[in-house]
């Protein structure tokens, strides 16, 4: 058996023929695919607007900016996300407070929120950062009524959940990105992610005004836009009117990020029923907890919104199985350590102990291979390893 990743991007003629298609045409970094992505990518979410961007960090950086986060600001994320969740805000100078996960979920818990604002008057905190961890989506319907009473903005990370959803009040499928309850949302497009551009981000919303700002900061602040000039000198000029960065995605990585789109629903099926597969091998398996979809993901049919970008278990000895899985060629991964608990997070004063449902999520969690082209065959080895491992 060769040896199988926790996950993996999935490359097809069709992606290649594009990049090489877009390397022998006259764009190397903005050309005509930079726009065509951004359109699909908007329609395959449903939001107004899209930016992409070179990275999801990138991305979660021009969100902070967009929002005008600064040293005055305080924003709340969650302790089991990727650390650059997190850092967005110290790029900033602003300061990251995290509330603790369900433990159901490992989604920040959304009841810690609300008794971290009672008390506190409004605009004591400037903003939420959820993350659909793992692909299970946060229910931002019920977050956005919190952060509406505290004047509060949201920026979604969904970095783990293009094409997620969950049902609202209304019986509505909300897709992850949407914008119709976060100001702005995030996607990676790193190549264990859902659609592999190598490095590459998008940021999406439905507020003009952001979705302006975002395009000035990716580019150096600098326009051309002839309506937004304070002067005009001729064909060549432009201005830079705010102080931006060069977070831009080459037109070859678009390309690639369009035809993988293309190809977007057809591995979430295949995610879904990988997922469905483990969920079987391990229902009644003891000592092997499979960590629990968000219930407001799950439709009246039967279905599931879960975008399944991790499969995580929990297990007594987690140490053990992972370098059990290891010996036999199956990389697993551990998502995450404890934002709070890196040390520098706690040079910031964050400590051990801070967060204990999340430390005691992080001492148990390991994350199964899942992507579209596991075959059959080596998930069953891996349902096997695991099972041998944890006798069950
Ligand atoms: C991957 C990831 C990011 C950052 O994306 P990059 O493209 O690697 O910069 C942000 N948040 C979460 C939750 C992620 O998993």
């Not at 395959?44 to 967009?66: F, I, Q, R």
């Not at 979430?268 to 079987?280: L, S």
């Not at 964050?350 to 579209?372: I, Q, R």
């Amino acid at each position: 058996m060769k040896p199988i990743p926790y996950g993996r991007q999935h490359i097809t003629e069709d992606d290649i023929q594009a990049v090489v298609e877009t390397l022998q045409s006259d764009f190397l970094t903005q050309g005509p695919k930079v726009a065509e992505f951004e359109q699909a990518f908007a329609n395959y979410v449903g939001a107004k607007y899209a930016v992409a961007v070179s990275n999801g960090t990138a991305a979660l950086h021009l969100c902070a900016m967009a929002l005008g986060v600064n040293g005055s600001s305080r924003v709340i994320t969650t302790p089991i996300t990727f650390v650059a969740s997190a850092n967005c805000v110290r790029y900033c100078d602003g300061t990251v407070e995290f509330a603790d996960i369900d433990p159901a979920t490992a989604l920040i818990d959304i009841e810690k929120v609300r008794r971290m604002l009672e008390g506190k008057p409004k605009g004591y905190y400037s903003g939420i950062i959820p993350v659909d961890f793992a692909g299970n989506p946060v229910n931002l319907e019920e977050l956005r009524e919190l952060a509406d009473e505290h004047g509060m903005w949201i920026i979604e990370d969904a970095a783990h959940s293009p094409g997620g959803y969950f049902v609202d009040s209304q019986g509505e499928r909300q897709f992850c990105g949407n914008g119709r309850f976060a100001e702005l949302a995030i996607f990676s497009f790193h190549p264990v992610k859902h659609i592999a551009t190598s490095e590459g981000g998008m940021v999406t919303t439905n507020d003009e005004e952001l979705y302006q700002k975002l395009l000035l900061y990716r580019t150096h602040g600098i326009t051309r836009d002839p309506n937004l000039l304070e002067e005009n000198h001729g064909g060549w000029y432009m201005e830079m009117q705010a102080l931006g960065y060069n977070y831009r995605i080459p037109d070859m990585l678009c390309a690639l990020g369009i035809t993988q789109l293309a190809r977007a629903d057809e591995g979430m099926a295949r995610r879904r029923e990988i997922a469905r597969v483990y969920d079987e091998a391990f229902a009644d398996a003891a000592g092997i907890a499979v960590l629990g979809t968000n219930p407001a993901s799950l439709t009246d049919t039967g279905e599931t919104g879960h975008a399944y970008h991790l499969y995580v278990i929990q297990v007594a000895d987690r140490k053990g199985l992972y370098d059990f899985l290891r010996e036999h060629q199956i990389f697993a991964q551990v998502h995450y350590i404890p934002a709070h608990t890196m040390p520098y997070y706690r040079s910031l004063g964050h400590k051990k102990g801070d967060f204990p449902k999340a430390e005691h999520y992080y001492e148990a969690c390991l994350s199964l291979p899942m992507y579209p082209t596991l075959a059959d065959v080596e998930q069953q080895y891996v349902i096997e390893k695991v099972k041998e491992f944890c006798k069950a």
